[in-house]
């Protein structure tokens, strides 16, 4: 079974702070993203990447950053926390992919970010 | 602009009765659609995808949607609910970048609620 794990599960930081929020994934795969979810908002991309030291803008990419410097691990980091990123991130990954066949992203368990 | 929409907020159904979630969506060329659900404080789980042939996708827990392209929709069903089938359902597109690159636009969610 593909395994996804995001190493924090509840956290709590202080305004201002740096937070990362670390991914690991276990099945070789190319792509790996970090969504936000937020209540009557779905899940919003915020980076996502395609290889290693790859990244690209998801739809919120402010206040954020990524990093890929291993091809199974991909950190979220915000560099300085406020309360509107209060939420619940949600990583994934998935193989590359061409078509016919569409490839199935899987996720991670979810960090709970709480921003005080 | 490619997008889902996923109308309800909410759905209630009685346990044993059957259950609609419905899911439109807006992407240019064929669409790849999934669904997922999600269970409380858990990450996303997988349930079934759409990519080609059979407009009748079965998947995991005995869940099945539809693809009707005429109408740009994919809704999710089941013949009989069960009480442990209350969760967050997401609809999601994925949207294929040249190269191989993927990533899913979801919906807002539907919160599936069960009653005995």
């Known amino acids: 079974d593909v395994k996804v794990t995001q190493s924090s599960r509840y956290l709590v930081k202080r305004t201002g702070e740096k937070v990362f929020l670390e991914c690991v994934q276990d099945m070789d795969h190319e792509n790996m993203f970090w969504y936000r979810q937020d209540p009557g908002l779905g899940l919003r991309l915020i980076y996502f990447?395609?290889?290693?030291?790859?990244?690209e803008k998801g739809d919120i990419p402010e206040g954020y950053s990524v990093s890929r410097e291993k091809k199974e691990r991909f950190s979220l980091i915000l560099e300085s926390a406020s309360t509107n990123q209060t939420s619940m991130y949600l990583c994934?990954?998935?193989?590359?992919?061409?078509?016919?066949?569409?490839?199935?992203?899987?996720f991670g368990e979810g960090s709970w970010l709480t921003v005080v | 602009a490619q997008s889902v929409a996923q109308p309800e907020d909410q759905v209630n159904v009685a346990e044993g009765n059957p259950l609609t979630v419905k899911c439109t969506y807006s992407v240019s060329g064929n669409p790849y659609l999934f669904w997922y659900v999600q269970y409380p404080n858990r990450g996303l789980q997988f349930l079934l995808k759409y990519i080609t042939g059979d407009n009748l996708v079965k998947g995991s827990y005995g869940f099945e949607a539809e693809f009707n392209k005429s109408q740009t929709s994919f809704h999710l069903k089941k013949p009989s609910a069960l009480v442990s089938d209350s969760a967050l359902y997401f609809c999601a597109v994925r949207v294929l970048f040249s190269g191989g690159y993927n990533k899913l636009i979801f919906g807002a969610g539907t919160r599936l609620a069960v009653h005995p």
């Open positions: 990447s395609y290889d290693v030291k790859m990244k």
């Open positions: 994934a990954s998935s193989p590359r992919t061409g078509p016919p066949q569409g490839n199935t992203i899987y």
